[in-house]
């Protein structure tokens, strides 16, 4: 679907107003909630602003529909068992937003749109690790669990929020440059290493290793089209039958005991496990929303998540939600396989491959940036088109004579 360009989009100042609110550093909930709270405002206006945006450019695709009906269907299941209406309206509402403006701006201009937050994460990924280096058991802890905090988020949040779809945006930065890497993206990549390395999430690491493996060995490779999305997905699948489903994990204990360093039990994320299907079955179809509290997963005198993504689902929206969240993953699957071929489609499907690997232990399934990767997934065509021009204009610029015009004259 053809967009009404919006030239606004194309200022660097007014795209990074929009963007930042956005990429809110966790932390400053305990050590500046001040100013957390001025980046909510801020938020609210960004939102705001996108919105207006968005439906004066055309009408919404059938990504942004998907995704909102799986928000939607959040919405209602939270009203009827009388949940956190404000929490879900503030995630649904920065979900949508930021796919919303993610979408606006990959049919636009690409490559200002990964500039710009390459840009700007990449102070953030600088101050989190220098502050690592020197707070490295972190700089606050939440209340309830006791987890520790960096600047950016916690050790698993890190994970799923920045370093997976950073490690690809530094990536695709650097295509619109016709180069493999930057020396700024490879420098933000290695920032991102370490810190994975330093704080060591067993999740966080095995997502970590499958990203900085591709881009090692398979990135822009004849590799890139044998890892399609149907095949990553589906790998997706059948690892979630097999650990989560019917526990066969023992199998791999030697990467999961002595490399990892984690129990068969994955900390004790199979009682967990246990304890989700219960929860389940007591609302099958709706489920139970979200509550207020710590999750509805009771260890003790203390209440968890799931720590599996389809499980918070189903115990969250029922098989009715869980139905709504698959489907954008299905779309997303189909537009990357037509584009196999070609190493952003590859990219970005190990990418969403890499998010589906932290879907296994964690139930991270607010983060903007999967629902973010899921949309540039569905506008790939887009993404592909402006890039290739881009390297063909950088070709053509370079190929131009530096040194005078060549004068033709024609004799009568």
Not at 150 to 155: E, K, P, R, T, V
Not at 214 to 229: D, M, Q
Not at 240 to 254: D, G, I, Y
Not at 367 to 375: A, C, E, T
């Given at each position: 679907m053809q967009r009404r360009k919006i030239r606004n989009l194309n200022n660097t100042v007014f795209l990074t107003f929009l963007l930042l609110p956005f990429f809110k550093p966790s932390s400053l909930e305990f050590i500046a909630p001040t100013m957390e709270s001025l980046f909510d405002y801020w938020r609210v206006a960004s939102f705001a602003a996108i919105f207006l945006l968005y439906f004066l450019s055309g009408k919404a695709s059938k990504m942004i529909i998907a995704i909102s009906a799986y928000e939607v269907?959040?919405?209602?299941?939270?009203?009827?068992?009388?949940g956190d209406y404000w929490?879900?309206?503030?995630?649904?509402?920065?979900?949508?937003?930021?796919?919303?403006?993610?979408?606006?701006?990959?049919?636009?201009?690409?490559?200002?749109?990964?500039?710009?937050?390459?840009?700007?994460?990449?102070?953030?990924?600088?101050?989190?690790?220098?502050?690592?280096?020197?707070?490295?058991?972190?700089?606050?802890?939440?209340?309830?669990?006791?987890?520790?905090?960096?600047?950016?988020?916690?050790?698993?949040?890190?994970?799923?929020?920045?370093?997976?779809?950073?490690?690809?945006?530094a990536c695709i930065s650097s295509a619109f440059k016709n180069r493999r890497l930057t020396f700024a993206a490879f420098l933000m990549i290695a920032m991102i290493s370490a810190t994975v390395l330093i704080t060591w999430s067993a999740t966080g690491v095995v997502a970590w290793f499958v990203m900085?493996?591709?881009?090692?060995?398979?990135?822009?490779?004849?590799?890139?089209?044998?890892?399609?999305?149907?095949?990553?997905?589906t790998t997706f699948a059948v690892?979630?039958?097999?650990?989560?489903?019917?526990?066969?994990?023992?199998?791999?204990?030697?990467?999961?005991?002595?490399?990892?360093?984690?129990?068969?039990?994955?900390?004790?994320?199979?009682?967990?496990?246990?304890l989700a299907y219960l929860v389940i079955l007591r609302s099958p179809i709706i489920g139970h929303g979200l509550l207020e509290g710590h999750g509805l997963i009771k260890v003790g005198s203390m209440f968890y998540y799931s720590h599996n993504a389809v499980l918070e689902v189903l115990i969250q929206s029922g098989a009715f939600g869980l139905i709504l969240f698959i489907i954008p993953f299905v779309m997303a699957a189909k537009r990357l396989y037509q584009y196999r071929e070609h190493f952003l489609a590859g990219l970005v499907s190990v990418t969403l491959f890499s998010f589906l690997m932290t879907f296994l232990m964690?139930?991270?399934?607010?983060?903007?940036?999967?629902?973010?990767?899921?949309?540039?997934?569905?506008?790939?065509?887009?993404?592909?088109?402006?890039?290739?021009?881009?390297?063909?204009?950088?070709?053509?610029?370079?190929?131009?004579p530096r040194t005078g015009h060549l004068r033709i004259q024609i004799g009568r």
């Open positions: 269907m959040l919405l209602v299941s939270t009203f009827i068992n009388h929490r879900l309206v503030v995630n649904c509402g920065t979900v949508i937003g930021f796919c919303m403006l993610t979408e606006l701006c990959v049919d636009q201009n690409s490559k200002k749109y990964f500039s710009t937050v390459f840009a700007i994460y990449l102070v953030l990924i600088t101050i989190n690790f220098i502050v690592l280096l020197f707070f490295p058991n972190g700089i606050a802890a939440d209340s309830y669990y006791g987890n520790t905090f960096n600047f950016l988020g916690n050790d698993n949040s890190l994970a799923v929020g920045v370093s997976l779809p950073l490690m690809s945006v900085i493996a591709y881009i090692l060995l398979a990135y822009r490779g004849w590799l890139t089209k044998y890892l399609n999305s149907y095949l990553l997905f690892m979630q039958v097999a650990f989560v489903f019917l526990r066969l994990q023992e199998f791999f204990a030697f990467i999961i005991e002595d490399i990892l360093g984690k129990s068969i039990t994955f900390t004790g994320r199979t009682v967990m496990w246990d964690e139930a991270q399934i607010s983060s903007i940036w999967i629902f973010g990767f899921l949309v540039i997934a569905d506008h790939i065509p887009n993404i592909i088109r402006q890039c290739e021009a881009n390297m063909q204009n950088q070709r053509m610029a370079f190929q131009r």
